[in-house]
């Protein structure tokens, strides 16, 4: 059968990108959706926002919902301080498969834990099963309509504590009203809009940084 658009994408890294070089496959990746094949990673105009912002933050633990073919994982595990700890979730064994690969051909299998299975499912796990008290940073990617639910699970399991940031790609395009509403009118949340562009197009989009200030 046919490869699917997650093959053909990893096929590109293969071809342009150097073995332990995130940076190249970052380009590589870019490359192949901005002239070949459009698919939903972040982007380069938006991953720069994102790249700062972990930057800035410097975070120990992280979790990303929706690693789809890892480009935003890549992006984010390329920057971590030596010690941290980087969970990603993917309920799509294809995708889940391909993305092992793309972090695989970036060097960074050593920083990242991609756990094959749904947020909903794994974030009741999360403390007893790695470990982790909290997350510094949780980077939102997945379907936009579980964005909000999928916050609430992660405030009610303790996961989200005093400083906690939330950064949500795409709540311009596709768009995620409800989880918008919830962040900016909530008085534990200090939120920020990071207007962008929609990966490799000129439509609006932007980023949606909310630091949670504690119950
Ligand atoms: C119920 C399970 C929930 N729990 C879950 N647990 C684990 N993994 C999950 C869960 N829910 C989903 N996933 C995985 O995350 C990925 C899903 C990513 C979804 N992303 C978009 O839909 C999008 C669309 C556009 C877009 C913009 C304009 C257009 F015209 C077209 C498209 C742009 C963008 O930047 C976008 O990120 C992956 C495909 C999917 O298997
Ligand atoms: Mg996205």
Redesign the pocket.
């Known amino acids: 059968t046919r490869k699917s658009r997650p093959q053909r994408l990893l096929k590109a890294v293969e071809g342009k990108a150097t073995l332990g070089d995130p940076q190249s496959v970052i380009t590589a990746i870019d490359h192949f959706c901005r002239h070949k094949e459009w698919a939903?990673?972040?982007g380069d105009e938006k991953g720069s926002i994102l790249d700062s912002l972990v930057i800035e933050l410097s975070p120990v633990n992280v979790l990303e919902?929706?690693?789809?073919c890892g480009y935003s994982t890549v992006r984010i595990a390329r920057l971590l301080p030596p010690g941290a700890r980087f969970i990603t979730?993917?309920?799509?064994p294809d995708?889940a498969a391909v993305a092992r690969q793309v972090i695989g051909w970036a060097g960074l299998e050593d920083k990242v834990q991609l756990v094959e299975?749904?947020?909903?499912d794994w974030i009741p796990r999360l403390r007893e099963h790695f470990g982790v008290q909290m997350f510094d940073l949780v980077f939102l990617?997945?379907?936009?309509d579980?964005y909000l639910p999928?916050t609430k699970q992660l405030e009610e399991c303790g996961l989200i504590q005093k400083g906690t940031v939330l950064l949500a790609?795409?709540v311009i395009?596709?768009g995620t009203p409800d989880y918008l509403k919830y962040v900016r009118n909530s008085p534990h949340y200090d939120s920020r809009y990071y207007r962008s562009h929609?990966?490799y197009t000129k439509?609006e989009?932007g980023l949606e940084k909310s630091v949670f200030l504690g119950f």
């Open positions: 939903m990673n972040v919902l929706g690693t789809y979730l993917e309920f799509n995708y299975g749904a947020s909903g990617d997945h379907w936009k579980q999928d790609d795409n395009c596709p929609l990966e439509v989009d």
